[in-house]
């Protein structure tokens, strides 16, 4: 899954990165080392500029709340729990499926958080004294330094309790589509630790390579196969992971220094 990512770059760093020709969002969000669910992040995606005379898609930046709102959702209470979506499952479900079709987005990150809980020794002994099972996080991230650009799916939703012209009548919500993490070795692993993604958890955020984002933005790209394809996991050995400090469990800290490498796990055990 993913539950927690850093995005610390600035907007026209994605502009330029992405060649989005429309900035939407009135109110630049600052660098977050420490997303979490409900947050504001920026995504990049491909649609019509509202009331403009030319309807083709325009890529833009926009900022969107994380945690899937479907449109046909009574309440916006299950965003939360809406943060991630299954490849495997996500051209079929009722949640993502309109979506998948016709809005699909790129949410940039440098990368994402995932906690390893210790060994099983360890986690018994702790259970006995009545002490919650220490967990070691990780941030996961491109090797080569760039952008992890993590597939995505974007949703209107209206809330009926308010006046159409009202500024916060419309929600636009998305979520991480997740894949089976990599078993391939990492192009760096830490000293002591995982040697591979799978190691740490099951699964990851699919990331898309350059060559899948324009066909993955096109909203007139709706053939399912070809839609899919798109789905496949990128290479192997296009990563590397390295322990971080467990403040970063705690939603509230954030700074640059989340991402700071340790030179091991904070648990000796935990491997």
């Known amino acids: 899954m993913c539950g927690r990512f850093a995005a610390s770059r600035a907007p026209e760093d ?4 992405f060649g989005v020709e429309k900035r939407e969002p ?4 600052g660098p977050d080392w420490n997303v979490a669910p409900t947050k504001e992040v920026y995504a990049v995606l491909e649609r ?6 030319d309807q083709r898609p325009v890529r833009q930046l926009r900022a969107l709340k994380w945690g899937l709102v479907p449109s046909w959702s009574k309440t916006p209470e299950g965003a ?6 299954r490849a495997e499952t996500v051209h079929e479900k009722p949640s993502f499926r309109r979506a998948f079709a016709q809005r699909r987005c790129i949410l940039p990150a440098d990368g994402y958080y995932e906690w390893v809980t210790g060994s099983e020794e360890r986690q018994l002994e702790e259970k006995k004294g009545r002490k919650r099972a220490r967990k070691q996080p990780y941030f996961v991230t491109p090797a080569d330094g760039s952008v992890f650009a993590m597939a995505g799916l974007y949703e209107f939703w209206r809330d009926a309790t308010l006046p159409g012209d009202h500024r916060n009548a419309w929600w636009v919500t998305c979520s991480v589509i997740t894949t089976e993490a990599e078993t391939t070795p990492l192009a760096v692993a830490p000293a002591e630790g995982p040697g591979a993604l799978a190691d740490i958890h099951p699964r990851m955020p699919l990331m898309l390579t350059p060559d899948r984002w324009d ?6 790209h709706t053939g399912l196969d070809e839609l899919r394809a798109l789905l496949d996991p990128p290479p192997g050995g296009l990563m590397r992971a390295y322990p971080v400090a467990t403040t970063v469990s705690n939603v509230r800290n954030n700074g640059p220094e989340l991402l700071e490498e340790l030179a091991a796990p904070e648990e000796s055990t935990l491997f």
């Open 14 to 17: 994605l502009t330029e990165l």
């Open 26 to 29: 009135a109110e630049t969000l």
């Open 48 to 53: 019509p500029v509202k009331d403009a005379d």
């Open 80 to 85: 939360a729990r809406m943060i991630n979506a």
């Open 215 to 220: 066909t993955w933005l096109d909203p007139t």
